[in-house]
């Protein structure tokens, strides 16, 4: 089977261990291979949290710089800040509400420009699917299922061997039943705006 | 029931590395198991603690790894199987008794777990700790993958129970913190309970006995040998003039980039999971049928120095390589694309690489570092100490653990750090060393962890500094660990003792003792610089309980604060604590009411008291 590779980038306390698990459930539903890596301890304490999902018959289970297929930034500047991983090849998906880093706050750098930042990756990449993450995930029910909505863009792509009714399913299975409906609503919402952009 | 506990053999479960070794033991039969937590190991743990609740598996959080490795042996030595789990530098402290350990050997099976961290992701060096088997003369079981990690379990406590003496399992966090599908293997009965066998003059270490013992250990060492000939965990790939010889995660990458570079007809792969004592006659027939041969090891030139040594045996006079420049690096951990141009490199393969795009053109981007979280109670600590020390020429001698990191602006608070406890013994050193004021940081888990010893030290030798044992009743940092201190009635578990820091202090002889609660500003300012006027040792205890850790017990009462008109822009808040539920809407502060938990200290400081609750209160 193919190799396809994904990073996704967040900020501590955004759900990406969650949406990572979830894929990887689906991927065990729709029996593809999948094998990831995720960064635990100090890094968590606010800082950026970069899960590694490698799907099909690769044995490694991180990315190395240029060699991502897909990049979902669940932050805007955290998408820009992972361009590294990304090739020509590559299409990104990511959420426009930013969360500003504190460094700002306190003077220590410049917020990026949204505009020239989504022309950047425009012109790097070969796609970018880019809308309100947050706008979405609150229109969905909870403001935190912003990694749903995401994974709802991403698996509307087929870039990954995931189909949707897998997806779903290990939502139904594996996110809080509490918050299955909101979830479900949030990943149609996500699927929904890729296929629109 | 617990998911690891699952009793389906065949069935496949997506796990995360730590689970899967967990699973592996307990599929093994471990009964008795002791650990200190650390990242990247600490998800083992927590799993078998959760477990030891449902099942008959004996399970502690012991004081520190010498302790867990200790307890460990004498279950071990009573005929119990028995699992000691550390990260890498807990092998350090539990080094001691390992060294000896090794001499006397056990009667049950008895792995010792080391999770060695390369690009320290988070700890404070990236020794390789392989080096440990070395060292001991036990054998090191190292896994590649997730399940292999499940699997390897079961085969590392049969070759201890066949030596007699405890196996060391050696993992990287790549292996620990890795997801993959696992299939659930058979579940063993356990034994709880063993009995201890008198017999003093093979167990108890004084010289004579010693120097039997360490000629056992040399027999043990060559039959481990053979072993390690025969182990499946040592095997051959594919077939060619070229070798790699590799082990851990680095045979991942190995495999990937033979596919990829299309160079499966040339090259033949030695994979070393059973890789101490290294297998000589393996890897000699491996090197014979090889005309150049690259070694891929993360960290030191462990296999690649043995290899060499074997050819210099066998007169080969092939191309070995593996660190250099060039070639691998003994920095930092490997990637798939790194360890592709290595290979294709050093034998000459043409390749192309998916590059990143140029990106000189992308404007800096705001660096987003770990932080305190918001209502974190060691910063209402530092922001206290910082305050009534102010005028002073400080030393700030630091510790392991989420207040490391109020060492980083704007706190600034730790100038030293370099293990668990250090920060109580460096400040004798300092204190006596200089005329500076010196104030040391340690927290609840560390203090019990290795900072006891070092306070003792302080009393006796009558040294000068005020230490600060910042009690925020949990081991935070590796995901809210018990330890002596913590009230276990919070856990809803029963049956332990609890240890009182401030007894504990009082008892050991510090005269000068105070309990602040750091939210109360003023009063813990006052109460800092009282105890920095103490000529001599003087202890301050800040309690108050971490706030994700009240939080995951319902216990948070969360009351959020904001910034009203009354501001007059000073940032007093946002530049001199730094708490991230403070954002800049235009030129103004403001408090994101869903971050804020409402700990009180930025209002407390405002020149302006322009900081005050949203009404409601909320309960969680």
Known sequence: ?197 | MHKLLTDSPGKKMLLLGNEAIARGAIEAGVAFATTYPGTPSSEISLNLFQISHESDLYFEYSTNEKVALEVASAAANSGVRTFCMMKHVGLNVAADPLMTLAYVGVKAGMVVLTADDPFMFSSQNEQDNRYYGKLSGLPVLEPSSVEEARRMMAEAFDLSEQLGEPVIFRTTTRVNHSSAFVELGKLSARKPKGDFIKDPFNLVTVPAVSRRLHVRLLENWEKARKLAEGSPYNFTEGSGPWGIVCNGVSYNYVSDAVGELGIADNTQVLRLGFSHPAPPEKIKSFLKGCEKVLVAEEGEPVMEETIKAFAQEEGLVIPIAGKGEELFSRLNEFDPAMVRRVIADYFGVAYTDSRPPDLSDVPEIPQRPPNLCAGCSHRATYYAVKKAAEGFETVYPTDIGCYTLGFLPPLAMGDFLICMGSSISTACGFSQATDKKVIAFIGDSTFFHSGLTGLVNAVHNNHDFTLVILDNGTTAMTGHQPHPGVDMDNLNLSGYGRVSIEAVVRAIGVKDVTVIQPYKVKKSIEAVKKAMDHKGLSVIISQQICTLYARSLKQLKVRAFKVTDKCKNHRDCINEIGCPAFYLDGERVQIDPNTCVGCAVCAQICPENAITPVKEKQAE
């Open chain 1, 1 to 197: 089977m193919d190799t396809t590779r994904l990073i996704i980038v967040a900020v501590g306390g955004q759900g990406n261990l969650l949406a990572s698990k979830v894929l990887g459930e689906a991927a065990l539903l729709a029996n593809v291979p999948v094998r990831m890596s995720e960064i635990h301890g100090m890094a968590q304490r606010g800082g950026v949290v970069e899960s590694a999902i490698v799907f099909g018959d690769a044995q490694s289970t991180i990315i190395s710089d240029g060699e991502a297929d897909v990049l979902v930034g669940f932050e805007p500047s955290e998408t820009l800040r992972a361009l590294n991983k990304c090739n020509a090849n590559t299409s990104v998906i990511t959420n426009l509400a930013p969360l500003p880093p504190f460094t700002v706050a306190i003077g220590r750098g410049t917020y990026p420009d949204l505009d020239h930042a989504q022309d950047l990756i425009r012109a790097k990449t070969k796609r970018l699917i880019a809308f309100d993450a947050v706008a979405l995930a609150r229109q969905a029910g909870s403001v935190m299922a912003v990694n749903i909505v995401l994974l709802g863009a991403l698996i509307q792509t087929g870039i990954l061997p995931i189909p949707r009714e897998n997806l779903e399913e290990a939502i139904r299975t594996k996110t809080k039943a509490a918050f299955v409906d909101v979830n479900l609503a949030a990943f149609d919402l996500g699927y929904k705006a890729a296929a629109g952009s």
